[in-house]
């Protein structure tokens, strides 16, 4: 069955670095995009970033451009996220997730299958 599973969160202090990994099974991993998203307390789930199946393509939301990084691996079925200068409003649960079919937009409605999520907190 298909799987998704993150890793890598945990607390940081502002301006600080983390690296967050989701390792994927259960489906043809280089056929579909990947995305990273986060949902705050009381807040609706939003979209951070996305990769094309290819790497040919990134997205990222304006409050991360410049910030994070998205990346691949197909040889080892994983996405990464490179977060650097972290703020405190960064603070969530990070998801990764698949691309519902080919072309979908970056938004949580275009990803089908999730992972159980990873806690990123940034205090000091």
């Known amino acids: 069955q298909v799987q998704l599973v993150e890793s890598g969160g945990g607390l940081v202090q502002p301006g600080g670095s983390l690296r967050l990994s989701c390792v994927a099974s259960?489906?043809?991993?280089?056929?579909?995009?990947i995305g990273w998203f986060r949902q705050a307390p009381g807040k609706e789930r939003e979209a951070v970033s996305c990769?094309?199946?290819?790497?040919?393509?990134?997205y990222y939301a304006d409050s991360v451009k410049g910030r994070f990084t998205i990346s691949r691996d197909n040889a080892k079925n994983t996405v990464y996220l490179q977060m650097n200068s972290l703020k405190p409003e960064d603070t969530a649960v990070y998801y990764c997730?698949?691309?519902?079919?080919?072309?979908?937009?970056?938004?949580?409605?275009?990803?089908?299958?999730w992972g159980q999520g990873t806690q990123v907190t940034v205090s000091s």
């Open positions: 990769i094309s199946r290819s790497e040919g393509r990134t």
């Open positions: 259960g489906f043809t991993f280089d056929y579909y995009a």
């Open positions: 997730a698949k691309e519902r079919s080919y072309g979908s937009a970056c938004h949580p409605w275009g990803y089908d299958y």
